[in-house]
T-cell receptor
């Protein structure tokens, strides 16, 4: 069985400040890990994914995430927040055999000017 | 390239009524998914198709939910009869293959009164 926990359902950051979204996972097999972004009234868009290659994964829009097996974590960061980053972010995990995604509860990001 | 299309975008019904949602995946995508996203939660997989066959429907409430993907292209998801707790956004996603990146449609927001 797999599960994902996202710490903090809401995060508020100032424009230009670091964005840090936390994700911890549980998986009985080597995991595939994903971060998705959802803008209001839109579907989910893939930001980045970890598939057992490099542990530091770079994604779109300046986001990156680091896979830490010892901490079972896959936290998402962006050095400098933009107003356009205001959205909801979901971490997800799937098993190595396929792509059945299990999502976390999501973190809504508010960017203050 | 056209994305995943869903209709309707919004639907309001009364409990015990029936409702159907339609999804047109990206052309050539063999795998199709339906997710339920309740407000404040991450998406939950309801059913996964590979072409016109069901791969996983373990989380589909089969007493009231049904889905089909005739001819391996478009898909419909039906709820009959609807309950208050079915109020959610229903997301459709498709991928080229079982282990491919999932592309999400904009969703159908269902409100059951």
């Amino acid at each position: 069985a797999q599960s994902v926990t996202q710490l903090g359902s809401h995060v508020s950051v100032s424009e230009g400040a670091l964005v840090l979204l936390r994700c911890n996972y549980s998986s009985s097999v080597p995991p595939y890990l994903f971060w998705y972004v959802q803008y209001p009234n839109q579907g989910l868009q893939l930001l980045l994914k970890y598939t057992s290659a490099a542990t530091l994964v770079k994604g779109i829009n300046g986001f990156e995430a680091e896979f830490k097996k010892s901490e079972t974590s896959f936290h998402l960061t962006k050095p400098s927040a933009h107003m356009s980053d205001a959205a909801e972010y979901f971490c997800a995990v799937s098993g190595a055999a396929g792509n059945k995604l299990t999502f976390g509860g999501g973190t809504r990001v508010l960017v203050k000017p | 390239e056209a994305g995943v299309a869903q209709s309707p975008r919004y639907k309001i019904i009364e409990k015990r009524q029936s409702v159907a949602f339609w999804c047109n995946p990206i052309s050539g995508h063999a795998t199709l998914y339906w997710y339920q996203q309740i407000l404040g939660q991450g998406p939950k997989l309801l059913i996964q198709f590979q072409n016109n066959g069901v791969v996983d429907d373990s989380q589909l409430p089969k007493d009231r939910f049904s889905a089909e993907r005739l001819k391996g292209v478009d898909s419909t998801l039906k709820i009959q009869p609807a309950k208050l707790e079915d109020s959610a956004v229903y997301l459709c996603a498709s991928s080229l293959a079982l282990d491919g990146e999932q592309f999400f449609g904009p969703g159908t927001r269902l409100t059951v009164l």
